[in-house]
């Protein structure tokens, strides 16, 4: 009878891998993270002529939407894994690595049993997509009056809620003479969309793309999918591996198809400015390095050589997103920002990472007046869960929410992330509805923290750094390598936060050996997380 220690399941989530083999996958997931980078590279400088190629799932390097940095990982792991470990009678693995697994297992008694995932392209999801951008696109041309543009400076922002002076990544500040927002909708529903269309119809603070994007510009975007499926790639090997049919397969991948259509649609955007004879002297992009960043940095360093093309992070660096760095190919094709502006200058060497042509600076001219949010109040809420809206990390902390709602009748808060709402989480699983002990927080994090004893996160995201600066302590829940080295870097006290691998033993009476962040240590990490000025001030770099 085979034990369940016999058998190493490679399909699940990698958070929950175990002993030996997780220790080796870590491993290769941190040394590898260069040369991937190069490989990607040299996969675009194959291909980089044709424009669509710079928006397709595999040049992103965004490890939440494509998974081949992790099928070269997990190779390379079962390779070694499997040179010393006999105990290991079955493993199980993705149909798209069974030839290389086949390979390595050729001289070994272990028997390979396959599961086979892959999402078909969501026709029906595309076809509503296109459809309802027309529709906004003829209520724009209706309702909305061409505006004179001449010379103008413009703003990249992403809204994620109704109300779009504050749910946005900036913080919008008055008009500023010839100097335009212009907003991309994050996960917003039709009606939520036409409600700030029509409240800032009016609004000269506002650009909209549909106001230079005609019928034809949409229409044209689908031809990204044809190019996809008919390219023709020739793929170096990554190490020993040839994974040519895993990239094929990934240039195929539509799961995020309103970002690659975004993205082409903002090279359109810039190329209409520039048809409508508009003189943009300056753009400043909200750069996470996504495909949609590179549509956007791409057109308008075609169409206006001569601009100042800015970009922002004003984010936490975490080493999750290979993308927040950008690589030597990038930089000469001019899909990143001329000049990249940081929050701090603790993060230059790890945006550097991949290559030392980036070129940086860092945000000084910030408000120096402390944020009344860091005032720590009495708490009246022990627990509150905060999600950072990567799927694969938001589906294990909100089962594991659920079980801990069953188990403790007291009621506790819930912070989701704006790009990943409750409701794409609970429909996934078996029940359709949030116990009522849940409560759903949807103002200010920091108002939350700032009446929270303990935060409950997983995940990439900066509220771990922002509940220790608000005097939360931590439980972080299944953590991942990429965790524990952004804590280590950080020098964040040992005693300030807890790894736990669920949740079943933790209740509301639970004795906890957390402490709370010393003010010294308070001190060095807001020289790192300027969150009291987590705001960027436009006006330091228009």
Not at 222 to 229: L, S, V
Not at 387 to 405: A, C, P, R, T
Request: hydrophobic share 40%.
């Amino acid at each position: 009878m085979i034990h369940r220690d016999q058998i190493l399941d490679t399909t699940i989530n990698p958070l929950y891998y175990k002993g030996s083999f997780k220790k080796i996958n870590e491993k290769n997931i941190l040394i590898n993270r260069k040369k991937y980078c190069d490989w990607i590279d040299d996969l675009s400088k194959k291909n980089y002529k044709n424009i669509f190629w710079w928006f397709l799932n595999p040049v992103s390097r965004n490890l939440y939407y494509e998974n081949l940095f992790h099928y070269f990982c997990l190779l390379e792991a079962i390779d070694l894994f499997f040179k010393d470990n006999k105990n290991v009678k079955i493993v199980i693995i993705n149909s798209d690595i069974f030839e290389h697994v086949s390979e390595i297992l050729k001289n070994n008694i272990v028997k390979i049993k396959v599961k086979k995932f892959g999402a078909k392209l969501p026709l029906y999801k595309i076809v509503k997509f296109f459809f309802i951008n027309f529709l906004y696109l003829i209520i724009i041309k209706i309702f909305f009056s061409n505006k004179k543009l001449t010379k103008c400076t413009l703003i990249d922002i992403y809204v994620f809620g109704s109300n779009i002076d504050k749910d946005n990544s900036y913080k919008i500040i008055s008009k500023m003479r010839d100097c335009f927002y212009v907003p991309t909708f994050v996960e917003l529903k039709f009606y939520q969309v036409l409600r700030i269309l029509f409240k800032i119809r009016k609004d000269n603070r506002f650009l909209l793309k549909e106001e230079l994007l005609n019928f034809f510009d949409i229409f044209k975007a689908a031809n990204i999918f044809i190019y996809a499926y008919f390219l023709n790639i020739n793929v170096a090997k990554l190490g020993k591996w040839n994974l040519t049919n895993l990239v094929k397969k990934e240039i195929k991948n539509f799961s995020r198809f309103e970002s690659i259509i975004f993205s082409y649609l903002n090279y359109l955007f810039a190329f209409r400015l520039k048809k409508n004879g508009c003189n943009v002297v300056k753009t400043i992009n909200w750069f996470e390095n996504q495909n949609i960043d590179k549509g956007w940095n791409l057109g308008f360093s075609k169409y206006f050589p001569e601009s100042r093309i800015l970009g922002y992070q004003g984010f936490t660096y975490s080493p999750h997103f290979l993308n927040n760095s950008p690589t030597n190919f990038e930089i000469e094709s001019n899909v990143i920002p001329k000049i990249i502006y940081s929050r701090s200058s603790f993060f230059v060497d790890v945006i550097k990472e991949f290559s030392t042509k980036t070129n940086l600076k860092v945000i000084k001219n910030f408000k120096k007046k402390q944020s009344s949010y860091f005032r720590k109040i009495k708490n009246n809420n022990k627990y509150s869960f905060v999600f950072s809206g990567v799927y694969s990390y938001d589906i294990i902390l909100f089962n594991e929410m659920l079980k801990f709602s069953y188990n403790n009748k007291q009621f506790f808060y819930a912070k989701f992330h704006p790009a990943l709402p409750y409701k794409f989480l609970y429909t996934k699983n078996k029940e359709n509805f949030l116990p009522k002990n849940i409560l759903i927080y949807d103002k200010n994090l920091q108002e939350l923290l700032a009446k929270t004893e303990i935060v409950i996160a997983s995940g990439p995201t900066t509220s771990l750094i922002e509940s220790l600066l608000n005097g939360c302590k931590l439980i972080l829940l299944n953590p991942s390598i990429y965790d524990k080295l952004l804590l280590n870097k950080y020098n964040i006290p040992k005693n300030t936060y807890l790894f736990m691998d669920n949740l079943n033993n933790l209740n509301f009476n639970s004795k906890l050996k957390l402490k709370k962040l010393l003010e010294k240590d308070k001190k060095k990490l807001k020289k790192i997380f300027p969150y009291e000025v987590n705001q960027l001030k436009i006006q330091s770099i228009i």
